[in-house]
C-alpha cells in the first residue's frame, strides 16, 4: 500500500523561503515543484506512451490503406495491426502510473502550500489579522491552493495531450510527407486562431451571465438572512419580488449566452471541417495528378492529422484563462507567505516559569495610521497574585492595555517588564504557556468538551484532572447529565451549548492550564443572572493566587479586586479599591449607572 502523504514529510521550510514578491509566478512554480522534478519528467514519459494512440493511429491507418490499395503483402497489415494492438493494451497501466505519479506531486503541492499558510498565518501578529478578514485568508487556503491545483492538472492533461499530439502528428507529417509540413505549420495555427476568435466572442455574454448569477446569490442570501424581519413586517411578496425580478435578467441573460453559443458552435464547426474537406480535397489532387510522391493512405493520414492537430492547437490556446487563474492564485498566496508583519521570537530568551509580577513603564502605543497615541505614560506595577480591574468609558485604551500584556502588540515607548525581564526580549510563545484569557465570547472548536478543556496541553489528561477543573469551573453538573459526558461534541463554536455553559468550559479551560497570570476580558458581561452567579463562583475559584486582569463594566465582577485603574484617554486618572474611588467622587462614580461601573 502506497504511505499516505502528511504535512510532516515535506520540507517544511520550503515554501515559506522563496521570494514570492517580485517574483513571477512560473517560476514560484517551478521552485515549488523542484522537489519532485524526477516523478514530473516520469509523468511526461508515460503520458507520451499512454497518448501515443492519437498520433500514431492516422499512420497505421494510412498504412493499412496502402496495403489495401497496393496489394501489398498481408503480413504488412498483421505487423501494422499488431502495433495498434499493443499501443491499446499499454494505455491503461500507463495512464494508472500517469495518474499515480502526477496526482502525487500536485497533492504533495497543494498539501505543502496549504500546511505553509496556516504556520505562516500562525506566525502573522495580530495586527495583519485585524487587517485583513479570516475570509480573505480561508479563500487563499481553500480556494486558492484549489485552484491551483485545478490548473495544474488541466494544463498537465489538455497541455501535454495537445503538445505530445502536435510534436508526434508534425514528426509523422516530416518524415511521410515532408512537402505538406510547411502547409501545416501555418494553415493549422491559423485555423485554430480562427476558432479561438469566434469562441471568444461568448467571454462577454459569459461575463454578462456569470454576474446576474452572483446578484441572484446575493439576492437569496439577503432574503434568507433577513426572513425573519420581512415576515415580521409582511414584506413577503416584496422579497419576492425582488428574487422574481433578478430571475427574469438570469433567464434573458442565460437564453441570449446558449443562442450566441449555438451559433458560434455551428460556426466553428463548418470552419474546422470546411478546412478539413478542403485539406482532404488538396491532398486528394496532389496524389491524383501525381505532382507529389502521396498515397493514399497519405491522403486520409494528411485529413486526419488536420483536424486532430487544429484541435490540439485550439485547446492549448483555450488553456490561458485556466493558467492564467492559476498563476494569480500563485501571487495572492504569496502575498501571505511573504508578509512581513511577523511576530518575531526567533533568538528570544525562553522562560521557564512565572511568578506573575509585571511592571509597565511609561508604556505607550499608538495604532499605526492614527494621530493619538491609544495608550501614554501608562506606569502600573502589579504584584504576583495581586488582581487589578481596568475600567473607563469606550475608547479609554482597556484593549489596548490587554492586547500589550498578551503580547499582542509591542509598546512603541517605555517598556513592559515580566518578574523584572523586559518582555521586548522574551520569546512571547514561552511566556503565553503561564497566561490564561477568558474573554466575553468563549472560543470552542467543532471537537468534544474534552477535546475543548484540553487543547493545547502537550500530554493527555487523565479522567481525575479533567474532572477536577470541570467541578471548579461550575461545569461538571450540566457535563455530568449530557448522553455522553466530556465526549460530547459542542458544535461548530459551541453551538450547542448554552452561553454560560460555554463561559465555565473556558473557565475549565484556564483552570487546567494552572496559569500566573490571568485576564478576564468582559467575562461575565453577556450573561443571565443564573448564569452569572455559576461564573462568578468559578471565577473565584480561578483568580485565587493569581496576577489577574479583569476589564468588566459590571460591579459585582470589580468591586473586589486589589486595585481598581480608571482610564481615559489612555491614561490613568484614578487608582484604588472600590471604596476609596467611590469616596473620591470622580469618574469613577460617573461611570456606574445604577450597578455598573
Known amino acids: 500500500m502506497e504511505k499516505a502523504l502528511s504535512p510532516s514529510s515535506f520540507p517544511q521550510g520550503t515554501p515559506l523561503d522563496h521570494r514570492y514578491q517580485g517574483e513571477h509566478p512560473v517560476r514560484t512554480l517551478a521552485y515549488l515543484l523542484r522537489p519532485d522534478r524526477a516523478r514530473l519528467a516520469g509523468a511526461v514519459a508515460v503520458f507520451a506512451v499512454r497518448h501515443s494512440p492519437l498520433w500514431l493511429l492516422p499512420l497505421i491507418t494510412a498504412n493499412i490503406i496502402d496495403v489495401v490499395v497496393q496489394q501489398r503483402p498481408i503480413s504488412e497489415l498483421?505487423?501494422?495491426?499488431?502495433?495498434?494492438?499493443?499501443?491499446?493494451?499499454?494505455?491503461?497501466?500507463?495512464?494508472?502510473?500517469?495518474?499515480?505519479?502526477?496526482?502525487?506531486?500536485?497533492?504533495?503541492?497543494?498539501?505543502?502550500?496549504?500546511?505553509?499558510?496556516?504556520?505562516?498565518?500562525?506566525?502573522?501578529?495580530?495586527?495583519?489579522?485585524s487587517r485583513v478578514s479570516s475570509g480573505v485568508l480561508h479563500a487563499k487556503v481553500v480556494r486558492d491552493v484549489d485552484t491551483i491545483e485545478e490548473s495544474l492538472k488541466q494544463t498537465a492533461e489538455v497541455g501535454?495531450?495537445?503538445?505530445?499530439?502536435?510534436?508526434?502528428?508534425?514528426?509523422?507529417?516530416g518524415i511521410r510527407a515532408p512537402a505538406f509540413l510547411p502547409i501545416f505549420l501555418v494553415v493549422v495555427p491559423a485555423a485554430a486562431l480562427l476558432i479561438r476568435l469566434l469562441r471568444g466572442r461568448l467571454r462577454g455574454r459569459n461575463e454578462t451571465f456569470r454576474k446576474e448569477i452572483e446578484v441572484l446569490s446575493s439576492r437569496v442570501t439577503e432574503m434568507?438572512?433577513?426572513?425573519?424581519?420581512?415576515?415580521?413586517?409582511?414584506?413577503?411578496?416584496?422579497?419576492?419580488?425582488?428574487?422574481?425580478?433578478?430571475?427574469?435578467?438570469?433567464?434573458?441573460?442565460?437564453?441570449?449566452?446558449?443562442?450566441?453559443?449555438?451559433?458560434?458552435?455551428?460556426?466553428?464547426?463548418?470552419?474546422?471541417?470546411?478546412?478539413?474537406?478542403?485539406?482532404?480535397?488538396?491532398?486528394?489532387?496532389?496524389?491524383?495528378?501525381?505532382?507529389?510522391?502521396?498515397?493514399?493512405?497519405?491522403?486520409?493520414?494528411?485529413?486526419?492529422?488536420?483536424?486532430?492537430?487544429?484541435?490540439?492547437?485550439?485547446?492549448?490556446?483555450?488553456?490561458?484563462?485556466?493558467?492564467?487563474?492559476?498563476?494569480?492564485?500563485?501571487?495572492?498566496?504569496?502575498?501571505?507567505?511573504?508578509?512581513?508583519?511577523?511576530?518575531?521570537?526567533?533568538?528570544?530568551?525562553?522562560?521557564?516559569?512565572?511568578?506573575?509580577?509585571?511592571?509597565?513603564?511609561?508604556?505607550?502605543?499608538?495604532?499605526?495610521g492614527s494621530a493619538e497615541p491609544s495608550v501614554s505614560d501608562l506606569d502600573l506595577a502589579v504584584r504576583p497574585g495581586e488582581t487589578v480591574a481596568?475600567?473607563?468609558?469606550?475608547?479609554?485604551?482597556?484593549?489596548?492595555?490587554?492586547?500589550?500584556?498578551?503580547?499582542?502588540?509591542?509598546?512603541?515607548?517605555?517598556?513592559?517588564?515580566?518578574?523584572?525581564?523586559?518582555?521586548?526580549?522574551?520569546?512571547?510563545?514561552?511566556?503565553?504557556?503561564?497566561?490564561?484569557?477568558?474573554?466575553?465570547?468563549?472560543?470552542?472548536?467543532?471537537?468534544t468538551i474534552r477535546e475543548n478543556v484540553a487543547y493545547g496541553l502537550p500530554d493527555e489528561v487523565d479522567e481525575d484532572t479533567l474532572r477536577t477543573a470541570l467541578q471548579a469551573a461550575n461545569a461538571w453538573e450540566f457535563v455530568s447529565r449530557l448522553p455522553e459526558g466530556v465526549d460530547t461534541l459542542v458544535g461548530q463554536h459551541g453551538a450547542r451549548l448554552?452561553?454560560?455553559?460555554?463561559?465555565?468550559?473556558?473557565?475549565?479551560?484556564?483552570?487546567?492550564?494552572?496559569?500566573?497570570?490571568?485576564?478576564?476580558?468582559?467575562?461575565?458581561?453577556?450573561?443571565?443572572?443564573?448564569?452569572?452567579?455559576?461564573?462568578?463562583?468559578?471565577?473565584?475559584?480561578?483568580?485565587?493566587?493569581?496576577?489577574?486582569?479583569?476589564?468588566?463594566?459590571?460591579?459585582?465582577?470589580?468591586?473586589?479586586?486589589?486595585r481598581i485603574m480608571v482610564l481615559e484617554g489612555g491614561r490613568i486618572r484614578e487608582s484604588g479599591t472600590h471604596d476609596e474611588l467611590v469616596a473620591l467622587g470622580g469618574l469613577y462614580q460617573q461611570l456606574q449607572p445604577g450597578h455598573a461601573a
Not at 493494451?89 to 500517469?98: D, K, Q
Not at 496532389?286 to 485547446?315: C, E, H, I, Q, R
Request: net charge positive; proline share 2%; charged share 20%.
Open 78 to 129: 498483421w505487423w501494422n495491426a499488431a502495433v495498434l494492438a499493443s499501443m491499446f493494451i499499454v494505455n491503461y497501466p500507463s495512464a494508472v502510473v500517469y495518474s499515480r505519479l502526477m496526482s502525487t506531486t500536485i497533492r504533495r503541492l497543494s498539501t505543502t502550500l496549504r500546511s505553509a499558510l496556516c504556520r505562516r498565518m500562525q506566525e502573522l501578529s495580530i495586527g495583519y489579522h
Open 160 to 173: 501535454l495531450g495537445a503538445v505530445t499530439t502536435m510534436l508526434g502528428g508534425l514528426i509523422v507529417i
Open 224 to 368: 434568507t438572512s433577513l426572513i425573519h424581519i420581512t415576515r415580521a413586517h409582511g414584506l413577503e411578496n416584496t422579497a419576492i419580488h425582488r428574487v422574481d425580478g433578478q430571475l427574469d435578467r438570469v433567464r434573458t441573460a442565460g437564453f441570449r449566452l446558449d443562442l450566441l453559443n449555438g451559433r458560434v458552435s455551428s460556426l466553428a464547426w463548418n470552419v474546422l471541417n470546411a478546412l478539413g474537406v478542403c485539406c482532404l480535397i488538396g491532398a486528394a489532387l496532389v496524389a491524383y495528378y501525381g505532382w507529389l510522391p502521396v498515397t493514399a493512405g497519405d491522403v486520409v493520414m494528411l485529413s486526419t492529422f488536420f483536424t486532430t492537430l487544429t484541435a490540439s492547437t485550439t485547446a492549448l490556446m483555450g488553456l490561458a484563462p485556466t493558467m492564467t487563474r492559476g498563476l494569480e492564485s500563485v501571487r495572492s498566496i504569496g502575498e501571505v507567505l511573504q508578509a512581513p508583519d511577523l511576530e518575531s521570537n526567533d533568538g528570544k530568551r525562553e522562560i521557564a516559569g512565572v511568578t506573575g509580577a509585571v511592571e509597565f513603564r511609561r508604556v505607550g502605543f499608538t495604532y499605526e
Open 390 to 447: 481596568l475600567v473607563g468609558p469606550s475608547g479609554a485604551g482597556k484593549s489596548t492595555v490587554l492586547n500589550l500584556l498578551i503580547g499582542f502588540i509591542r509598546p512603541t515607548e517605555g517598556a513592559i517588564l515580566l518578574d523584572g525581564i523586559d518582555t521586548a526580549g522574551l520569546d512571547l510563545r514561552t511566556y503565553r504557556r503561564f497566561l490564561s484569557v477568558v474573554p466575553q465570547e468563549s472560543i470552542l472548536f467543532a471537537g
Open 498 to 562: 448554552s452561553g454560560g455553559q460555554r463561559q465555565r468550559l473556558a473557565i475549565a479551560r484556564a483552570l487546567i492550564r494552572d496559569p500566573r497570570v490571568l485576564i478576564l476580558d468582559e467575562a461575565t458581561s453577556a450573561l443571565d443572572g443564573r448564569s452569572e452567579s455559576l461564573v462568578q463562583e468559578a471565577l473565584g475559584r480561578l483568580m485565587s493566587g493569581r496576577t489577574v486582569f479583569v476589564v468588566a463594566h459590571r460591579l459585582s465582577t470589580i468591586r473586589n479586586a486589589d
